[in-house]
């Protein structure tokens, strides 16, 4: 059972460049969602899908864009990567419907040089 | 705006009931509560949520006050490997948007 998956699981930027950081739930759930934690801190919400189609901002949107490929799959790219953005990067997913709690995947650990 | 708090840290002994409170004064009526932890970095893992009424699973108890502003998740019998930083988080679901808000979390030291 995969769950929700991400990739890559680590990597090294410069400033200025871009990155696609990748995620895939093989749930069927309708709603993802991208968190950033930063040390010590709690998770908090970059964009979110609630179903395929729609995507909206979350308390920390800005530098990202994300697209919801498909119901499997969503991304978040960060076009010019700054040092504020070093940070470890979250997906989530969940049915949507009722009150069926979040799945996370395990990370993507990114740093901006 | 917070919408839960959260005391940063709590020490408890191994064997004995972990009780770890939350305050989320401003929730709403249709508004959940849930519980999440996170090992070592990991993805955070669910491990319960309610309403209004008390919650029981295989893992832990949720109690949540009558006028729902305040919640205790306990751990009946704390291992070592229940060391870790234990999020209480509201849920908002409205037409098509459905967010949860993490609190900051409570590090969770079990003790020998």
């Known amino acids: 059972n995969a769950g929700v998956t991400q990739t890559p699981k680590f990597q090294v930027l410069k400033t200025g460049q871009s990155m696609t950081l990748q995620c895939a739930q093989d749930?069927?759930?309708?709603?993802m969602y991208w968190y950033r934690q930063d040390p010590g801190m709690g998770l908090r919400l970059i964009y979110y899908s609630a179903s395929e189609g729609t995507t909206d901002k979350g308390e920390v949107p800005n530098g990202y864009n994300v697209s919801r490929l498909n119901k499997r799959e969503f991304s978040l790219r960060l076009e010019s990567a700054a040092p504020s953005q070093t940070s470890v990067y979250f997906c989530?997913?969940?049915?949507?419907?009722?009150?069926?709690?979040?799945?996370f995947g395990d990370g993507t650990r990114l740093s901006i040089l | 705006d917070a919408k839960t708090t959260q005391p940063p840290s709590m020490d408890c002994a191994e064997g004995r009931a972990a009780n770890l409170p939350c305050n989320h004064s401003?929730?709403?009526?249709?508004?959940?509560v849930y519980w999440y932890r996170q090992i070592h970095s990991q993805g955070p893992q669910y491990i319960i949520h309610g309403l209004k009424n008390n919650e029981t699973n295989e893992m832990a108890s949720l109690i949540i006050t009558e006028d729902r502003k305040s919640s205790t998740l306990i751990l009946p019998h704390a291992t070592l490997r229940d060391t870790a930083v234990y999020y209480c988080?509201?849920?908002?679901?409205?037409?098509?948007?459905?967010?949860?808000?993490f609190g900051s979390g409570t590090k969770l030291n079990v003790k020998p």
């Open positions: 749930m069927n759930h309708n709603s």
């Open positions: 988080i509201v849920r908002v679901v409205g037409n098509n948007f459905n967010k949860f808000y």
């Open positions: 401003t929730i709403s009526g249709n508004e959940y």
């Open positions: 989530a997913s969940t049915r949507g419907t009722g009150y069926q709690p979040q799945h």
